[in-house]
C-alpha cells in the first residue's frame, strides 16, 4: 500500500515557540492531506482539510492562526504550532489520498510535548 | 453534527471468548473504515467496507455494515491476547474523504 511518512515522531520544545510537522506521501501524489489531533485515551479530531495549492479549511473550532497549515507540492504538506503551549500537547496525526481513492493512508503520528 | 458511536468504550474479555464492538452513526454514509491502534502508534487499517451488506473477514476479525441501520460491527472470534489495543471505526461525510471518527473501543484480551 501507499507509504505516509511524518516527521518528526516526537518532539518537546518550550512554551512560545513553534513547531513544524512534515506529512509527506512518499510513493504517490496526494492532492489532499488531513490535520488530526489526539489527546490521550481519545479519539482523533479532524483539524482541517489541506489541498495542494490552496488555502487549508478548517474545521470548526480550529484556530487557523495557531495551527498553519501548507500544502505546497504534491507530495509535502506541513503544520506549525505557532506559539506552542502546553494545552497544544497532543498526538498530531495526518493523511493522505489521491484521486478518487478508496482510502486514505495514515502516517506515524508526531506525539508533541509543550513544556 | 456527525456523530459516529462506539459500544462498548471498555471492553475486557478472556482468550477464547467471541465479541462484538457496534458503531453507530448519525447520518448518511456508505463507506466506513475500521482501524486499530495501539498505545503511542498511529492506525493500522483493518477493513474498508463501501457498500450496504458489505462483509470482511480478515484472521479472527470480522466487519460488516449496514448502511440502513447507519450501523457496523466488528466481531472477534476466539479472541488471543495480541488482539489488546484500541479499535476505532469512522465514516467518510458523503464521500469526501474527511474521515469521522467514533469514540474508540479500548479492548484488553486476558490469557
Known amino acids: 500500500g501507499a507509504v505516509v511518512s511524518q516527521h518528526p515522531s516526537r518532539v518537546i520544545c518550550k512554551s512560545g515557540t513553534s513547531v513544524k510537522i512534515e506529512c509527506r506521501s512518499l510513493?504517490?501524489?496526494?492532492?489532499?492531506m488531513f490535520w488530526y489531533r489526539q489527546f490521550p485515551k481519545k479519539s482523533l479530531m479532524l483539524m482541517a482539510t489541506?489541498?495542494?495549492?490552496?488555502?487549508?479549511?478548517?474545521e470548526q473550532g480550529v484556530e487557523k492562526d495557531k495551527f498553519l497549515i501548507n500544502h505546497a507540492s504534491l507530495t509535502l504538506s506541513t503544520l506549525t504550532v505557532t506559539s506552542a503551549h502546553p494545552e497544544d500537547s497532543s498526538f498530531y496525526i495526518c493523511?493522505?489520498?489521491?484521486?478518487?481513492?478508496?482510502?486514505?493512508?495514515f502516517g506515524s503520528g508526531t506525539q508533541l510535548s509543550v513544556l | 453534527e456527525l456523530k459516529v458511536e462506539q459500544n462498548p468504550l471498555f471492553l475486557s474479555m478472556q482468550e477464547g471468548k467471541n465479541y462484538t464492538i457496534y458503531c453507530n452513526y448519525s447520518t448518511t454514509s456508505d463507506r466506513l473504515y475500521w482501524y486499530r491502534q495501539d498505545p503511542g502508534k498511529s492506525l493500522e487499517s483493518l477493513f474498508v467496507?463501501?457498500?450496504?451488506?458489505a462483509v470482511k473477514q480478515e484472521g479472527r476479525l470480522m466487519a460488516s455494515l449496514d448502511t440502513k441501520a447507519r450501523l457496523s460491527t466488528l466481531h472477534i472470534t476466539a479472541a488471543v491476547h495480541d488482539l489488546s489495543a484500541t479499535y476505532f471505526c469512522a465514516v467518510d461525510i458523503s464521500g469526501t474523504y474527511k474521515y469521522i471518527f467514533g469514540t474508540g473501543t479500548r479492548l484488553k484480551v486476558l490469557a
Open positions: 493523511s493522505a489520498g489521491q484521486g478518487n481513492f478508496e482510502k486514505l493512508f
Open positions: 510513493d504517490f501524489q496526494a492532492t489532499t
Open positions: 467496507l463501501l457498500s450496504n451488506g
Open positions: 489541506s489541498n495542494e495549492g490552496s488555502k487549508a479549511t478548517y
